[in-house]
Each structure stands twice: as C-alpha cells, then as structure tokens.
C-alpha cells in the first residue's frame, strides 16, 4: 500500500517544514507531495502558495506584513526571516504542534533528509507552481533549476512532477521525455477568488480538451 504523506505530514506539524517532512519519514510513509516555488534569486524553495501569505507566515519579529509579497519577488536570505512553523487553524486544530522559528527549506534540503532514512523507499510528487501572471522567471527556467536540484540527488527516476501548468509539464518532456508527469486540473469556478483578488481572467484549458492534452503531453497520471 501506498502512504502519501501530503505536504509532510500537515496535520501534526506545519505544512512543507522539515518537521512535517521529518515526522512524515520517521511515520514510515513511502511517498511524499510538496510545492516548490522560485525565489527572486533562483533558489528551489518549498512552500504552497505563491505569496508570503499570512496562512503560513510571520515575519521574526512578529509584525505583520500590510501585502503579502511573492515568493518569487524575495530573495532566499529574506525569506529565511519569516517563520513558517508558528501557525495553527484554530478552527481544524492543525497542525496539532508548531516549531517556532522553522523556515522556509530549500527542495534540496528536504531531499536531503532521506538520508537519515536509509530503508525507506521514498517516492516523490513535486508540485511545480507557475503562473504568467505572477511568474518573473521563464517557465524553462523554473523547470531547469527543479529538475536540476532533484537530479543532484539521485532521485528523478522516483519522482513524479505535477503541475496545473501545462507549458511547465510540456517543458519537463523536453527536457527528461521519461520523466514522469502529472498534469492538475482545476475548476474555473474555484478560481474566482484569485482572479477576484488579481483583478485578472485566469484562462485554463477547457474540461473537453483535457484528454487531448493529457496523450499530447504522454502525462502518466491526469488528476481532476
């Protein structure tokens, strides 16, 4: 049986932490599902959402930020002054402990913690997060760089990339055409509020065409 521990291990420790991914490993989980976004200078760090948002972030002297910046607009160094392991939903519960002072992991860090798990066989889902209206790198760019830090560490043939994206997945054949991908879909009408909050028409691909994309791309798994 396959145990997906989703961006760690979420519900005992905050989510896309070293904690939560620590925690998911020692749990003896065999498969793991993180986000990975491009800090201003080209760093692969893992986090969900495409801002600092105030769900996941407080700055280390406990201010609070008046608009939440990108990730992609912050450089690792100013990233690493937000704390990301002090947050609760007080209406869930969750995470049920928080690490005060965790900060946001490099993708190579996280890789890096199988390591200390020498028998588990670890398979990874990495969700790589883009959007032109938001992006300041290139979609090959943000592609290279991910690609090149899971490589580093042995693991492409254990990972599968996921993404709404379907530029970034074509972009992933490109470049590894046995690259195993996952193409996301998501309703238009989940996404009223981001476009609201943009004040933009966030344009995907009709639910029609969607087998079409998925044989064109060779995508192993297709996740409405």
Known sequence: MKIIGHRGFKAEYPENTLASFR??????????????????????????DFTLSHRLFTHRSGKRFAVEPLISELPFTDLRFYDC?????????????????????????VLALKNQYPDLAIEWNVEIKYADILGLHPREVVVEKVLAAIEEYGELDKTTIFSFDVEVLRRVKKLMPRQRINFLYEA???LVPLEQWLDVDIRIPDWRHCRQIVDELGAEVFSP
């Not at 201003?40 to 760090?45: E, F, G, I």
């Open 85 to 109: 392991g002090n947050h609760q939903n007080h209406k869930t519960g969750f995470p049920r402990n928080q690490v005060v002072g965790e900060q946001v992991p490099l993708l190579a860090e």
């Open 23 to 48: 925690h998911a490993f020692a749990c003896g989980i065999n498969a793991v599902e993180l986000d990975v976004h491009l800090t201003l200078d080209r760093q692969v760090v893992v986090t969900h």
């Open 188 to 190: 238009k009408s989940l």
